[in-house]
């Protein structure tokens, strides 16, 4: 009697055996590549910053100590600048530099109990509010706009708004039109009436005026937005700030996506 398996055997035997696993080739990349990679571009700019920094310091100073010392201090100023002058709206989201400035005043509110939403598009049209502030003297829709510095912001019989030759009208009616849509939709969820102060935050040419309400929407320079907000009495308990906030969140979605 053969002690060898006979030929069924070794099939069964085959087709009960365990497939090896297969793995994908692991890709190698280059650290080059990675650290040319946009979010990567700040990180360079301060090396590169430090780097000079150090050269020329220590060449004036003969000490090369002090050189990467002053490489060191200029890395950590950057860093700190950087941190402080980051937005909440991601740059590629910015319409403006004027948004930039405007948010910039109203994260000073957080502290206060405001809080801010920004680029929140209005359904069914291409409008969208710049900044939506909910605090305890109201809620508030901001537009921020930069003009030619050069040429004149004026009014004619309190109605009219012009940039040097160009009327604001349509400007003016969007702004409206934005914040009457906001309180329409916050209002429902809300249960009562909840009103949108609506409003222009003008950069550039000067403003001759503090605050002016023009055809139902404040007009301002827009360094005074901050102050145009805290202004006025307190109207909202905290518990309607956060309820106010949500509903504000989920009925004008955000222009760009949520972060």
Do not use: C
């Not at 990180?43 to 910053?49: D, E």
């Not at 941190?83 to 948004?99: D, F, I, L, M």
């Amino acid at each position: 009697m053969s002690d060898r398996p006979d030929e069924g055997e070794t099939a069964s035997a085959k087709q009960s055996a365990p497939t090896p696993p297969t793995y994908a080739p692991v890709k190698r990349v280059a650290m080059s590549s990675v650290l040319g990679q946009p979010r990567f571009h700040h990180l360079r700019l301060r090396a590169l910053l430090a780097v000079g920094v150090a050269l020329v310091a220590g060449f004036l100073l003969a000490d090369w100590r002090a050189g990467v010392t002053a490489g060191v201090i200029a890395a950590i100023l950057d860093t700190v600048y950087r941190a402080r002058s980051h937005s909440a709206v991601p740059a590629w989201r910015r319409a403006s530099v004027a948004e930039r400035r405007t948010e910039a005043q109203l994260r000073k509110l957080e502290r206060n109990g405001y809080r801010t939403l920004h680029a929140r598009a209005i359904p069914g049209t291409e409008a969208q509010i710049d900044h939506l502030v909910v605090g305890p003297t109201g809620v508030y829709a901001v537009d921020s706009e930069k003009w030619d510095k050069r040429l004149p912001v004026r009014v004619q019989m309190g109605k009219k708004l012009y940039h040097g030759p160009f009327d604001k009208k349509e400007r003016l009616t969007e702004a409206l039109m934005e914040a009457t849509k906001a309180s329409e939709l916050i209002s429902k969820e809300f249960g009562r009436q909840v009103s949108v102060v609506p409003s222009l935050a003008i950069y550039g040419p000067a403003v001759p005026w503090k605050v002016m309400s023009i055809r139902g929407v404040d007009v301002y320079d827009g360094v005074r937005a901050r102050r145009w907000i805290t202004k006025r009495e307190r109207a909202l308990t905290d518990a309607e700030i956060d309820r106010l906030y949500t509903i504000a969140a989920e009925v004008l979605p955000a222009r760009y996506g949520e972060d």
